[in-house]
């Protein structure tokens, strides 16, 4: 079946614009986590959604970035204002209840 | 808070040779323990997961990963290398109690192959 899918793959924007992340879960699964990978890092847990709910919000660098995920299926993560600081690759996951998760090919987001 | 430490940030191997990459983590209880691999322009795979049970765990691709509790590691290994598996590989670790899906990922290790 289809794996996680986010979109754009990569984006370039301007410092001080705002950027939409999307991220496509695979069918049917309730959670969704949003994490961050800088260059030569491991991924960092952003924010975790139950459903619909926000469960987890404590990786969210600061007020720039919030996620929804309005009717439980796909995610948008938004950064406002972007910052040179918040280039990097944003990954999504998706996971069963308690199980492991599966991870899309990621946005790479460069903030010139 | 968990944590999870790769001691070697890149491995150069021979194709047909051996593999063995090192993963320790810190955490305060029985560890839910994962290993990923990242290929240029593709996602994190799992290749492998333990969560309780035989501590010798097999994964696709021919890897597989020893639990040892005594010494706070979970090692991947692979008895011959192909040049296929040139990729980046992540050793992770879920987070305790309510947060119990949190992965925390190592830095990575970049393996390199050799022909």
């Known amino acids: 079946g289809a794996g996680v899918s986010q979109s754009p793959r990569y984006k370039v924007t301007k410092r001080g614009q705002d950027v939409a992340l999307r991220c496509d879960p695979i069918s049917g699964h309730v959670s969704l986590y949003w994490y961050r990978q800088a260059l030569g890092q491991g991924p960092e847990f952003l924010t975790y959604?139950?459903?619909?709910?926000?469960?987890?919000k404590s990786g969210l660098p600061n007020d720039r970035f919030s996620a929804e995920r309005p009717e439980g299926s796909i995610s948008t993560l938004t950064i406002q204002r972007t910052e040179q600081r918040d280039s990097a690759m944003y990954r999504c996951?998706?996971?069963?209840?308690?199980?492991?998760?599966?991870f899309g090919p990621g946005t790479r987001l460069t903030v010139l | 808070a968990q944590s999870v430490t790769q001691p070697d940030i890149h491995i150069t191997v021979s194709e047909g040779a051996s593999l063995e990459l090192r993963c320790n983590y810190s955490y305060g209880a029985t560890p839910y323990l994962f290993w990923y691999v990242q290929s240029p322009g593709q996602g994190l795979q799992l290749l492998l997961k333990?969560?309780?049970?035989?501590?010798l765990v097999q994964g696709i691709k021919g890897f597989e990963a020893e639990f040892k509790r005594s010494q706070s590691s979970f090692n991947l290994r692979k008895p011959s290398v192909h040049w296929s598996d040139a990729a980046e590989y992540f050793c992770a670790v879920v987070g305790s109690g309510g947060s119990n899906y949190k992965l925390t990922f190592g830095k990575g290790t970049l393996l390199t192959v050799n022909p």
């Open positions: 959604f139950n459903y619909e709910a926000q469960q987890d």
């Open positions: 996951a998706s996971s069963a209840p308690y199980n492991e998760q599966f």
């Open positions: 333990y969560f309780s049970g035989d501590t």
